[in-house]
Nanobody, 117 residues
Framework: QVRVVESGGGLVQSGGSLRLSCAASGNIFRLGFMMGWYRQAPGKQRELVAV???????NYADSVKGRFTVSRDSAKNTLDLQMNSLKPEDTAVYYCVAGVISTPNYWGQGTQVTVSS
């Protein structure tokens, strides 16, 4: 059974940093699933933040390029998102996701990130 669980959200001032972590189960890494992070801000649709594709490449939203870095540890079955130079517009619920092909099929419960100005 595929399961992803996030941790590490919180409140940070503008310009600060946070690191989100995701623990994955269900042989996600061995099966080569797409894995990454989405977010949903109040009143907005969920959007891609940063993902590892099935081929092992990475995709980032334009709004986070140069500030966020996604990484993974196959031995530990973990996926992290390092977020630097945070802005108030980064405030959202962040979700760890996994997908069989290119879109998420599995979602974590979400973790709140709030950036104060």
């Amino acid at each position: 059974q595929v399961r992803v669980v996030e941790s590490g959200g919180g409140l940070v001032q503008s310009g600060g940093s946070l690191r989100l972590s995701c623990a994955a189960s269900g042989n996600i890494f061995r099966l080569g699933f797409m894995m990454g992070w989405y977010r949903q801000a109040p009143g907005k649709q969920r959007e891609l933040v940063a993902v590892f594709t099935r081929s092992g490449g990475t995709n980032y939203a334009d709004s986070v390029k140069g500030r966020f870095t996604v990484s993974r540890d196959s031995a530990k079955n973990t996926l992290d998102l390092q977020m630097n130079s945070l802005k108030p517009e980064d405030t959202a619920v962040y979700y760890c996701v996994a997908g069989v092909i290119s879109t998420p099929n599995y979602w974590g419960q979400g973790t709140q990130v709030t950036v104060s100005s």
